[in-house]
């Protein structure tokens, strides 16, 4: 039986009760953090009847369930979407209101779990919502970071990174599982043992070892009582250091594995869309792997014997090529463990695994060196040569006589592993994540694999769950689309077509654009208490926050924003409606040029946000510390969405369909799921400029883009990118954006230039541009272009991309929960 949260009388009665036995205080004197952990366990009392409801369904009406392999869940803070999934969310705020407390104070309390980077951290904690609320069973299975993505503070421009500490004091949503623990083993040898009938047993020895521990957070589905599981692992070592192993000679192992454990978990790697290549992840990928493989199958093999028949049961999802040890892993277990022999093994292995590639940039692409993975994981290396070996062969068997080709798509090769092949090899499904990105994969970068296995190759373009990114974040809106056209949409986004009806309707309209403004003073209180800068809620807030990339073009966006300022200055009686510029984005600790353009966007606003003279026409704002939480507030605020990388190279992108969600408008390129918006839209209601993926293909291709004559041509750009060196927006260094210039046009020669064609779409920008300014003046046009966003972005919840998962890879039972 579902269990409900109880009435707002019953919660105030709790929350009160728990913040006595939990901190022996009155209310009236516990602080906001004591109320928010008392929020969390009343809320955390009915997710767990939930999820006890949940396991004995699961037992009962054994289903074939999904675990999903990533190395990244951005979930976000829990607090607020499971008060919002278990229908509570109206009750506890009216709880607090009675008490006296606002409820965004209380969830503000909760550390934002940031156990991701961007776009596909955040995607599998989408699934991971849709998944439950479609009643499919599921795990999604990661690693329990003991400090997440960077805090980024902005000092003097420049972005600092600071330790994100999150399980500093207890998280109230984790539970700790130490009934399901596991050892996880990494160096050492392998022994050959001759068996009596012929066959050879393969024994790892002289390995460290670690104690997986998973630490399980519920999952819940929307209104439905569905909660499943996200395990992430922490590792401790298998053997407390004790000083008696000194005198047996293993003080040093123990030392080692103690060391081993210590660091395994410690901390995600910042980086976005690019791979360092450190020791430590492949660790880190294999301890997560091992584990979950692990417990997948422990949890199998308690309800049944056959072990052949997992795949009936059981399917692996590896989140991009960081979880492509599942396939080896698996491999071994299935053989050292079980017994099988490696066709039986593989036979299973092969209708358990499936793969998604996330990207097509090759600094993405992993490859660790062999003789790293050989050293690390002995066992499995010799697997993967085994794996490797077939494969060759199987090449070899389809195309006769073409060893380039072999060389090409080979797992191993060139000293190097090739996570990506590997994936491909073993995995039955193959997807990427919008039309246009599987396209390229067929066609281009991954097109030896498609000639080799066209079956095995799918679209599932992305989605986003609008109970995150409407209801909670933009609570105001999605009251008012319940009151037009009732709650369907929470749980079937195609519904919202039925607002085409409102478009035309002028007090329609002028309620949808009241909200938006709300929202836009929401951000602009939010702006002021946290950057101190005053930005007018009229003015058109236009919008890019995402990770800090040179392919997604925030260099493009600002020497944009410098351009109009020119132009401006240049024609102060010049017809521009007044508009805010917003970035928010975090870059890579490493990344040079990521950080230098965070640095000029910080220096352009203060040189303008301080010009009297332009009559604020202009605001640039850089919100610190972009994230979930605060994400949610801004899609909210948006009239205009910046998605604008350079054609093919964002694969989806996810946060175009926030906004979208949200009733902003799009200026973006035919990029990753932007042309599927263009599709759903028609022209008339996005903004699209620049050039296509197959232009920027040909480039590419024949190498014979100059931007230097794009510059020649165009004397805006000359202008401001004379601005860059000159001194005028760096005074005291007139040399500090240099690399951003020479990145451009690469006066040394000695580089590509302009890799990502910033001055080649610069003028089409400009142009697309002016059009949404002229749209803005005509607040009717603006309103209804901005519902049609809403009405039409049904297509992109990630209900529907789970169930063509489910449709066409997975094929999962949906639980019956009575
Ligand atoms: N960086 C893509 O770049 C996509 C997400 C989720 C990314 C982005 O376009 O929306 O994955 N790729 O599919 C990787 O992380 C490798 C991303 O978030």
Redesign the pocket.
């Known amino acids: 039986m579902k269990r409900q949260m109880p009435s707002t009388r019953e919660i105030e009665q709790e929350i009160v009760g728990r913040v006595k036995t939990m901190f022996r205080k009155d209310f009236e004197m516990a602080t906001k953090e004591e109320i928010y952990r008392a929020c969390a366990e009343v809320v955390n009392d009915v997710v767990i009847d939930n999820w006890l409801t949940t396991q004995k369904s699961f037992v009962q009406q054994d289903p074939k369930c999904v675990y999903y392999m990533s190395m990244e869940f951005l979930i976000g803070r829990l607090l607020g979407n499971n008060m919002i999934n278990m229908r509570g969310y109206t009750e506890v705020m009216d709880a607090l209101d009675e008490l006296g407390v606002d409820i965004n104070e209380v969830e503000d309390q909760e550390p934002d779990p940031a156990l991701g980077?961007?776009?596909?951290g955040r995607?599998a904690a989408c699934f991971l919502d849709s998944l439950a609320t479609l009643q499919y069973p599921a795990y999604g299975c990661g690693i329990r970071y003991h400090y997440g993505m960077f805090k980024q503070k902005i000092e003097d421009g420049y972005q600092q990174e600071v330790p994100d500490n999150w399980l500093q004091t207890r998280y109230p949503f984790e539970l700790q599982r130490t009934e399901y623990e596991f050892e996880v083993r990494f160096g050492g040898w392998v022994r050959y043992d001759s068996q009596p009938d012929g066959t050879t047993k393969y024994i790892h020895e002289g390995y460290n070892a670690v104690i997986a521990t998973p630490y399980d957070l519920p999952v819940t589905g929307f209104d439905n009582g569905m909660v499943n599981t996200l395990m992430i692992w922490d590792a401790k070592p298998k053997e407390v250091f004790r000083l008696d192993s000194f005198e047996k000679g293993d003080y040093s192992r123990a030392v080692e594995d103690m060391n081993l454990a210590r660091n395994l978990t410690e901390v995600l790697y910042p980086n976005?869309?690019h791979i360092q290549g450190k020791e430590l992840r492949l660790k880190q990928q294999y301890f997560f792997v091992s584990a979950s493989i692990q417990r997948a199958l422990a949890k199998y093999l308690r309800y049944h014997k056959d072990i052949k028949k997992l795949p009936e049961k059981v399917v692996f999802q590896m989140n991009?090529t960081h979880p492509t040890l599942t396939v080896a892993e698996l491999m071994r277990i299935l053989m050292d463990v079980h017994g099988l022999g490696w066709d039986e093994a593989w036979e299973i292995t092969t209708h358990c695994v499936a793969y998604t590639n996330?990207?097509i940039m090759s600094e993405?692409l992993e490859k660790w060196p062999q003789d790293i993975f050989k050293r690390l994981l002995p066992r499995v290396f010799m697997i993967v040569e085994e794996i490797n070996r077939r494969f060759c062969d199987e090449i070899r068997a389809k195309f006769p006589g073409d060893e380039d080709r072999v060389h090409r798509m080979a797992i191993l090769a060139d000293d190097q592993v090739k996570m990506a092949h590997m994936a491909i090899a073993a995995s039955y499904s193959v997807n990427g994540?919008a039309a246009l990105h599987t396209e390229i994969l067929k066609n281009v970068s991954l097109h030896d694999f498609y000639e080799m296995y066209p079956e095995k190759f799918n679209n599932k373009t992305?989605g986003i769950t609008q109970r995150r990114f409407l209801m909670h974040g933009n609570y105001k809106l999605s009251d008012w689309v319940i009151k037009k056209i009732g709650r369907g949409w929470i749980t079937d986004l195609s519904q919202m077509k039925k607002l085409e009806s409102f478009v035309d309707d002028k007090k329609s309209l002028d309620e949808f654009m009241a909200i938006k403004l709300d929202n836009k003073k929401r951000l602009a209180k939010y702006i002021w208490e946290h950057n101190g800068i005053e930005v007018d809620p009229n003015s058109i807030f236009d919008v890019q926050v995402k990770?800090l990339h040179e392919y997604k073009r925030q260099l493009l966006n600002i020497l944009h924003v410098m351009y109009l300022y020119n132009q401006i200055k240049e024609n102060p009686e010049m017809d521009f409606y007044p508009t805010t510029f917003i970035f928010g984005a975090k870059a890579s600790a490493g990344y040079e040029n990521a950080k230098l353009i965070i640095k000029l966007i910080n220096n352009v606003a203060a040189v303008i946000n301080n010009d009297k003279s332009i009559d604020d026409k202009i605001k640039v704002v850089f919100i610190e510390d972009y994230r979930v939480s605060n994400a949610e507030w801004i899609f909210a605020a948006a009239d205009v969405s910046e998605q604008i990388s350079t054609a093919s190279k964002?694969?989806?992108?996810?946060g175009n369909m926030k906004f979208m969600l949200n009733g902003a408008v799009t200026i973006g390129t035919m990029d990753?799921a932007n042309v599927e918006m263009y599709q759903e839209l028609g022209g008339e209601n996005i903004y699209i400029f620049g050039m296509s993926s197959d232009e920027v293909i040909a480039h590419e291709k024949n190498n014979d883009y100059n931007p230097v004559d794009v510059m020649n041509g165009n004397h805006h750009i000359q202008k401001v990118l004379q601005q860059l060196v000159n001194g005028n927006y760096s005074i005291d260094n007139p040399e500090l954006f240099r690399p951003l210039y020479n990145s451009l046009l690469n006066t040394q020669c000695t580089a590509k230039a302009d890799t990502y064609f910033v001055l080649k779409d610069f003028a089409s920008y400009c142009e697309t541009y002016e059009k949404i300014q002229e749209a803005y003046k005509d607040k009717y046009k603006w309103a209804k272009m901005a519902l049609e966003n809403v009405a039409h972005v049904g297509k992109f919840s990630s209900d529907r991309t789970i169930q063509e998962y489910v449709d066409d890879i997975w094929h999962l039972d949906k639980l019956d929960l009575k």
């Open positions: 980077n961007g776009g596909l995607l976005d869309n991009d996330h990207t993405a994540v992305n990770r964002e694969a989806s992108g996810t990753g």
